[in-house]
């Protein structure tokens, strides 16, 4: 059974760094892609940054410059480092990512960030 379990979220002043942790397990071989996706309540899941099996990797305009995705393999584990926190920044964080023949996404549960203004 596939299971994404976020972790690393929390409450950081603006301008200062988080990184997110993703484990994955159930997966038989690596997935297509894997993804953080993040969420305000009333509004609309967006894309942050997603990584594919190939090693692309590609950022929402709003976090390109401050925000890394990476993984390792090895350990199945899909990080997110955060520098230079915005306020706008707060959301709930989703790990997401799609297995190999599969038709659907995979889901963590999210862990939160949050940066006061």
């Known amino acids: 059974q596939v299971r994404l379990v976020e972790s690393g979220g929390g409450s950081v002043q603006a301008g200062g760094s988080l990184r997110l942790s993703c484990a994955a397990s159930g997966y038989t071989a690596s997935p297509n892609w894997m993804a953080w996706f993040r969420q305000i309540p009333g509004k609309e899941r967006e894309t942050v940054a997603i990584?594919?099996?190939?090693?692309?990797?590609y950022y929402a305009d709003s976090v390109k410059g401050r925000f890394t995705i990476s993984q390792d393999n090895d350990k199945n584990t899909l990080y997110l480092q955060m520098n230079s926190l915005k306020p706008e920044d707060t959301a709930m964080y989703y790990c997401a990512a799609r297995g190999q023949w599969s038709s659907k996404n995979d889901w963590g549960q999210g862990t939160q960030v949050t940066v006061p203004s």
């Open positions: 990584i594919f099996s190939n090693g692309n990797s």
